[in-house]
């Protein structure tokens, strides 16, 4: 009975957050940005007991979200959680292009049907439910246009305030929707990180709480949960590759973070998938990191591209991308507005999928990487589609 009622209120196996730089713990009932050590100012990783024995043919009977996985997710009271059934998407086979898939299996985990239309309803799900337990009254967030519509949904079911800066040069759907769910809406004349800059420099005087890509540590346990779905999906075998279109890198960094606790849990082997950052040619930082063979990357803003998603100068946490990319033995590849327009089309008409601008970067990224035989024969690839093209079509030619 004891038992019972325990895990009723607390059944989370959350122990701390911990800084992968320089080790530092913190209290993962405080409410935590990034690091606090002097000179280091990392992302933080929630950390978990994963010695407990933990059988994972219990998943089968849970729903069909991200919630299912709950012991290895943070939220303490699941009263807290702010859900609208985010997750479990579906992994649809590409059938109808055998000249293009010839000798792999070429699969799309497809995020287009997530509440608000994109894989960041997985991220802020978990903020906004983790922000409700520690007391949050008003969130904050830079975007390049997905996560703001997504905070503007959660903040609504939640009953907490949010903020939205949005460059001007996102599609009006994207802002229209933050004003349906009653956000606060700024646009500003610029690129994702001077809308961070901004609302860094006013957070503390406004009592905001900034969940900014990696500046928040629960983002990233939300995003992680498409690890798990992988996995699982798959039947617990890896796939040979998974191709992941990269801004702040969050998704990346947390299907491999998902990859480890599976291990340590004993769901899954050492084997691993190699990583492909897939970049727009606009922001292709991290392509010319691996190039150069450096471990940190540059700031680079080429301006407008289509994958609004994509518009991510310098990731916050650029260096943990980079040594994801290395551990996995995988790569980083940019791809132009004018390929992923193809690319979009290609699979509405061939497929009938409509994917983001940002998931047809991947599918791009696929053939160039099989043609330069990056990918052989026999592997089976994974590609992320992280959002609904019905968003962007004011970004898309339509002329076709
Ligand atoms: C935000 C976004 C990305 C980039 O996500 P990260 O995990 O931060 O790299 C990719 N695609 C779409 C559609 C997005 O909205
Ligand atoms: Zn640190």
């Not at 990392?42 to 024995?53: D, E, K, M, R």
């Not at 219990?58 to 299912?68: D, H, T």
């Not at 055998?98 to 608000?116: D, H, R, S, W």
């Not at 610029?190 to 928040?216: M, V, Y």
Request: glycine share 10%; charged share 20%.
């Amino acid at each position: 009975m004891e038992n019972l009622l325990a895990s009723n209120i607390a059944d989370t196996f959350l122990t701390q957050l911990q800084c992968p730089q320089c080790g530092a713990v913190y209290a993962a009932s405080d409410l935590n940005t990034v690091c606090r050590t002097e000179g280091c100012h990392s992302t933080l990783f929630a950390h978990y007991n994963t010695t407990v024995h933990f059988d994972k043919s219990v998943l089968r009977l849970r729903p069909a979200n991200m919630w299912r996985y709950r012991e290895i997710l943070p939220v303490t009271n699941p009263a807290n959680i702010v859900t609208l059934g985010e997750g479990f998407t579906p992994i649809i086979p590409i059938v109808n292009s055998p000249n293009v898939t010839e000798g792999n299996e070429l699969l799309i985990k497809n995020e287009a049907g997530n509440p608000t239309g994109s894989f960041k309803a997985r991220g802020i799900s978990m903020a906004v439910s983790k922000a409700k337990e520690l007391g949050v009254k008003t969130i904050a967030i830079p975007t390049a246009g997905n996560a703001g519509g997504a905070l503007s949904a959660y903040a609504a079911r939640a009953g907490i305030k949010a903020v939205v800066y949005m460059p001007q040069l996102t599609p009006a759907l994207f802002k229209d929707e933050c004003r349906l769910y009653g956000a606060d809406l700024v646009e500003v004349d610029g690129n994702i990180s001077d809308c961070g800059k901004l609302i860094h420099d006013q957070a503390a005087e406004k009592g905001w709480f900034p969940i900014s890509t990696l500046r928040e540590p629960y983002r990233l346990e939300g995003k992680k949960t498409m690890g798990y779905e992988i996995a699982e999906q798959l039947n617990w075998q890896l796939p040979d590759v998974i191709c992941y279109p990269t801004g702040g890198g969050t998704g990346l960094i947390g299907i491999w973070k998902a990859f480890d606790e599976m291990e340590q849990l004993g769901w899954i082997g050492s084997e691993r998938p190699r990583m492909v950052a897939v970049q727009s040619e606009s922001c292709n930082g991290i392509v010319n990191a691996i190039d150069n063979n450096s471990d940190s990357a540059s700031f680079i803003d080429g301006g407008f591209t289509i994958a609004n998603g994509l518009r991510v100068p310098k990731s916050y946490a650029d260096r943990i991308i980079i040594k994801v990319l290395r551990e996995s033995r995988g790569t980083a590849i940019a791809i132009s507005d004018r390929e992923m327009q193809a690319g979009v089309r290609e699979l509405a008409i061939n497929e009938g999928l409509f994917v983001a601008p940002e998931g047809a970067a991947l599918w791009q990224a696929y053939k160039k990487l099989k043609a330069s035989g990056w990918i052989n024969y026999g592997e089976r690839v994974v590609l992320v589609n992280t959002g609904s093209g019905y968003k962007y079509l004011e970004n898309i030619d339509r002329h076709w």
